[in-house]
C-alpha cells in the first residue's frame, strides 16, 4: 500500500475545505430563509444571543454533514472508481510487459458500465494482440526454418566450388545447384513481402471487366513446357464469354500458383483439368490433377502460410503459395475449397462473383 505524500494529504485537505464551503453555504442560506420566514410568521424577535447560538449550532452541523459527505465520496471513490481503475491499469501494465493472456473481470455493481465497456476493449485487444503475437512468433520460426535449406545447399555447393581440380560439368552442376538456391530464397521473399501487403491491406485491388476464360488459358498456357516435359496431360472445359469483375492482376497469382501445384504434384502420364462454369452469382473455376493427392487433415491445413503436406515435394516450394491464394479470394470476397483422396488427386474450386 503506498504511503500518503504531501501532495495527497494537501488534496485531500482541499477536498474537505471545498466540501465544507459548499455545504456551508449551502446550509446557511436556508437556516437564514427559514429564520426569516419564521421571524416574520409568528413575529418573533431575533436577539444577538440567539443568532449566535443558531451560530454554533449550525457551524457544527456543517462540519457533521461535511465529514459524512466525504466519508460517502471517499467510500463511493474506493468502490466506484480507484478499485476499477486499479483492476484496467494492473492489467494495462501486464499487456505493456508482454504478458497477452491478461483478462479484466466484467464489474457487477451499478453504474460501472463505463468501465465495463473499457475493460472489454482491453480484453478484445489483448486477445488480438496475442493472436498477432503468436503469428510473428511462428512467421519468425518458419521463415528461420525454410531459409536454413536453401542456406545450407548453397553454403556446400559453394565449398564444393573451391575445388581446384573440379571438372566443367561439376563445376556447371554446383553453379546450378547455387543458382537454384538463391532463386528459391528470392521467390520466398517476394511471397513473404506480397503476403504481408495483402493482410496488412497495403494491396487494394483495382478492379476492372474482363474476360476469365482468356485469363484462365492465358494462364494455362505459360506451362505448356512443363506439361509437354513431364508427359501430362491437358483437358479443358472452359466456357466463353463469361465476364467478370475483379483485380485481374492479384487472380493471375491465384490462378498461377494452383497451375503450379498441380503440374508439380502430377507425376508423368497424369492428367491436369482445368473447367469453367456459372452459376446464377458465380463463376466458378475448377482446377483438378490425378497427383498423390492428400488426406482430410493436410486438407484441413493447406491454405496456412508455410504448411506443407508432402515433404518430398518441399524443395520445390516454401508453403506460401496456398497462403497466398487464400488470402487474394478473401479480398475478392471469393471462396475456394479443396477436395483430395490419397493417390486419387485433388480439386480446387474456386468461386468468384459475376458481374
Known sequence: MKKPTLQNILGSISSFLLFFLTVGFIVSCCMMLFVSILAETMELALTSDNVAAAAKVTFWN???ITLLFKLADY???KIMVERPTRSITEATEKITSGDFSVRIKPMQSSGMEGFNQIAMAINQM???LGCVETLRTDFIANVSHEMKTPLAVMQNYGTLLQAPDLSDEKRIEYAKGVTDGSRR???MMTNILKLNRLENQQIYPEVSEFDLGEQLCECL???ENIWEKADIGIETNIAENIQVKADAELLGHVWNNLFSNAFKFTPSGGTVTVSLTTTDHHAVVKVADTGCGMTAEVGAHIFEKFYQGDSSHSVQGNG??????KRVIDIMQGEISVE???GKGSTFTVKIRRM
Do not use: C, F, H, N
Request: charged share 20%; aromatic share 4%.
Open 62 to 64: 456543517v462540519v457533521l
Open 75 to 77: 467510500i463511493r471513490r
Open 126 to 128: 489483448a486477445e488480438e
Open 185 to 187: 530464397m528470392a521467390d
Open 221 to 223: 498456357l505459360q506451362y
Open 320 to 325: 506460401l503459395g496456398l497462403a497466398l491464394v
Open 340 to 342: 483430395s483422396a490419397v
